[in-house]
């Protein structure tokens, strides 16, 4: 991979695969008859939220050299992020991922990823460790330790990057990723080490540093070395302390359709406001309204909202 001229505002490094989700909200998956493709994965749905808002955003992933790995190389492209970090694994299939829509608060997923994921094949050559280094934001996820070569992968980069300010693990657990919460906690603590923000909800939290208790869960994150801790609580708004601040942000409420995009939503905007110079307070305000709003729609990538369109939201909540 080459250097990049310029430094990214924000990498992202992980998950990415194409979203095949119904069109039918309400309806079990047996029974879907109609669905659309998106461009999906956790760490490509940050980069493509941050995107929106109209910074220089990258993305470290790997797909398969197959038509659906086409597809996200271009959908990339199209929404605003650079795909030079997106490699092709022979052999391999890109990851596929269907969904079932029961709004509130039910959204199972079903992840094709076997035999395994080319997003767990991200080796050391597949690093520009200069871009990484000088990215204004780095943005990794849990998921991405859960398997080799991917796992030393992401130490080598954090270990470049030197554990420079801006540098975010997104606490992202998904157990049927990983062989137990044991493991997921212990590689989680390894982590923590290396980085200077921390972004979890409350689930997450427990198999970071045991603990679901939201400010009991910030400060354990705090006494493991980072700088910023962050912890998503859903209905209930949102928490950041550091070791001089804490606030708590309530939350905006919307009619929700689909919340699996919100959280990535949330780590978009929360990257943007950070480049912005806002207070903690207004990054957590402005990150909440962007994640509800994406709660409020079917797709996650292309429901992602641009900056003005949450700015407006802000507004009115002022008046």
Not at 88 to 112: A, K
Not at 226 to 237: H, T
Not at 292 to 306: K, N, Y
């Amino acid at each position: 991979m080459t250097d990049s001229k310029e430094p990214f505002d924000l990498i992202t490094i992980g998950r990415v695969s194409v979203d095949i989700y119904p069109l039918q909200i309400g309806v079990r998956l047996e029974d879907v008859s109609t669905f659309g493709k998106f461009l999906g994965g956790s760490a490509t749905n940050v980069a493509v939220a941050g995107a929106k808002h109209g910074l220089k955003y990258a993305v470290i992933t790997r797909t398969g050299n197959d038509p659906f790995g086409n597809y996200i190389h271009e959908e990339l492209q199209r929404l605003g992020v650079s795909d030079e970090f997106v490699s092709g694994v022979e052999g391999l299939q890109t990851p596929v991922v269907f969904c079932e829509i029961f709004p509130p608060d039910d959204f199972p997923l079903y992840f094709y990823r076997s035999p395994k994921a080319p997003d767990l094949l991200i080796n050391e050559s597949e690093l520009d460790l200069r871009a990484i280094s000088q990215a204004k934001i780095y943005w990794s996820t849990v998921t991405g330790l859960s398997q080799e070569p991917s796992r030393n992968s992401h130490h080598v980069a954090w270990d470049a990057r030197g554990r420079i300010e801006h540098t975010i693990l997104d606490l992202d657990y998904r157990p049927m990723f990983w062989t137990s919460p044991e493991l997921a906690s212990e590689q989680v603590a390894k982590a923590l080490e290396k980085v200077t923000i921390a972004i979890g909800n409350k689930e997450e939290c427990e198999i970071a540093v045991g603990e679901t208790d939201p400010m009991r869960a910030a400060d354990a994150l705090l006494e493991r070395g980072v700088e910023l801790a962050v912890v998503k609580q859903g209905p209930k708004g949102v928490l950041a302390k550091t070791k001089d601040e804490t606030i708590e942000v309530p939350p905006y409420f919307v009619d929700v359709v689909n919340g699996l995009g919100a959280g990535d939503s949330f780590g978009g905007a929360f990257s943007y406001g950070l480049l912005q110079g806002w207070s903690l307070e207004r990054i957590l305000r402005f990150a909440n309204v962007a994640g509800a709003i994406v709660a409020g729609r079917l797709e996650c990538s292309t429901a992602m909202p641009t900056s003005e369109e949450v700015e407006q939201i802000l507004r009115g909540m002022d008046k």
